[in-house]
């Protein structure tokens, strides 16, 4: 007879174990099809239980279609059940079979640490977590899930919280000069990169993109089937040429581009470049998706407007994130184009989730309607506009011992180093060291060519911590082979 043993008793109620105990033997085949169970007095009898205790496992069994009950019969193994195996009790019972899982494409798993496990961390688009406003924007938590707001959080709005929307539109024509009909709410702009990617994209289709660039851009279209063509850059950006060749050789749908602080190379577009390419775009039919990740932070010079802001044929996708003003975690992005365009991206939207994040969207929106969002980017600004200015103080004393070199940029998050080496392996031995960095090759789809540039971020640390990791940092670029030039 089946027995309950003291390792089983010390871990459930007991109707519980027994049920377990039960399902398990008729799964693993000690029980099989048809076999009748003695009665529930008389399992009551040789477990030691109840007989009510008994029923309740009983007749939870029955309820999950392991057993049938008949009138004068007793309880049974259901004859139904598809058993793997019924083999005798002091059988071993088989191994079950692993079925292949047919995935349409296999991704690789991502895996990632912890920013916590690093001393310093020089990501490029990481802001100061620590000098956000958390007990302000609690407040504006607080009121979202007030009773009042409960219309907002059934089934609707797939573009997300109507007040966000005007107070975003609001800010963008305030702080940008980019009016927008209708925007879509997204969860962070890689949602919105993946619904472009799947909204455009055929397998085959071509999306021209910046050699040195976003990977995760990158992955949203190759994703989607899209055939990849980097196009050459400058230190002014994307080369006209370049993109000519590419659209005159290639059927082009997509070009995608960071034109005011280009990833990772933070060089501004200039605004010739800009209107040509432009004009070879709207010549080609080619859509822009115009990826603005840090708009805010520019301190030489006034930012230039986007280019959504001119765009009479249409053809700009604007795709922003308030992931670098608050943090990743908020998951707050959003998106601009035409109306046939974003009604086929709400559309795609729809079919991932029928609803978004209403508490966050709406924090957010009284947020910035108090004025606190606004608030807050002034401070970060001056706080960032300082750490841009001491990075370029502390790179130009190591210049001068290691012969780098590198351009001040006019805002962004980060500089664009040529330390003038190897850095194939810079990334490695500085997380070895507990220092987070990114560098050339995790960036560039031209393998052939000396990749030496580091990407160092100077948002997220206080002067002092960055000084202290730059120091460490570029001990081991001074470890690097130089290369021959």
């Known amino acids: 007879m089946i027995s309950i043993s003291p390792k089983t008793q010390s871990q459930h109620a007991k109707h519980k174990r027994l049920a377990d105990i039960l399902r398990s033997a008729i799964a693993e085949g000690k029980l099989t099809p048809g076999d009748k169970l003695p009665s529930a007095r008389k399992l009551a009898e040789l477990h030691d239980m109840n007989r009510h205790t008994v029923m309740n496992a009983l007749q939870n069994l029955v309820a999950e279609g392991w057993l049938v009950v008949k009138e004068r019969s007793g309880y049974r193994v259901n004859t139904e059940l598809p058993i793997l195996s019924s083999q005798q009790v002091t059988t ?71 007040l966000l929307k005007s107070q975003v539109q609001a800010y963008l024509r305030r702080a940008r000069g980019l009016v927008c009909d209708d925007l879509l709410i997204c969860n962070g702009s890689q949602e919105a990169l993946s619904l472009i990617a799947n909204a455009f994209i055929n397998p085959g289709d071509g999306v021209a993109i910046e050699m040195l660039g976003y990977p995760p851009a990158r992955h949203a279209f190759t994703n989607a089937g899209a055939e990849i063509f980097a196009l050459a850059q400058d230190a002014e950006g994307i080369k006209v040429e370049a993109l000519a060749r590419c659209l005159e050789q290639n059927k082009v749908k997509l070009l995608y581009l960071t034109p005011l602080h280009q990833y990772p190379t933070t060089v501004t577009l200039s605004v010739p470049r800009r209107m040509a390419i432009y004009q070879l775009c709207q010549q080609y039919g080619v859509f822009i998706i115009e990826d603005d990740y840090d708009h805010e932070f520019h301190y030489l010079c006034p930012p230039l407007q986007p280019m959504a802001a001119s765009d009479p044929s249409g053809i700009v996708i604007y795709v922003s994130t308030f992931s670098k003003i608050m943090f990743a975690g908020a998951r707050v992005g959003y998106l601009s184009a035409r109306a046939d365009v974003l009604a086929q991206l709400v559309a795609r939207k729809q079919l991932l989730n029928h609803k978004n994040d209403a508490v966050t969207q709406l924090a957010v929106a009284y947020w910035m309607e108090e004025g606190g969002f606004e608030r807050h980017l002034r401070r970060m600004t001056k706080a960032y506009q300082g750490r841009h200015h001491e990075m370029a103080l502390h790179l130009n004393k190591l210049k001068t011992k290691l012969d780098i070199d590198f351009e001040v940029p006019q805002g962004g998050m980060a500089y664009w180093v040529n330390s003038k080496r190897d850095v194939s392996r810079l990334s490695e031995k500085a997380r070895e060291k507990g220092i987070y960095v990114q560098c050339e090759p995790e960036f560039s789809l031209d393998k052939a060519s000396s990749l030496s540039h580091i990407r160092l971020g100077f948002a997220a640390q206080e002067v002092e911590q960055q000084q202290a990791g730059l120091s460490e940092l570029f001990a081991l670029v001074a470890e690097l082979e130089k290369n021959h030039e």
């Open 92 to 162: 071993k019972v088989a191994s079950t079979p692993q079925v292949i899982a047919p995935f349409a494409k296999a991704l690789t798993p991502v895996t990632s640490t912890k920013s916590t496990a690093y001393r310093y961390s020089f990501a490029g688009g990481l802001p100061d977590l620590h000098a956000f406003p958390y007990n302000e924007f609690k407040r504006f938590l607080q009121k979202a899930c007030s009773k009042s707001n409960i219309s907002h959080f059934h089934y609707s709005d797939i573009a997300g919280c109507q």
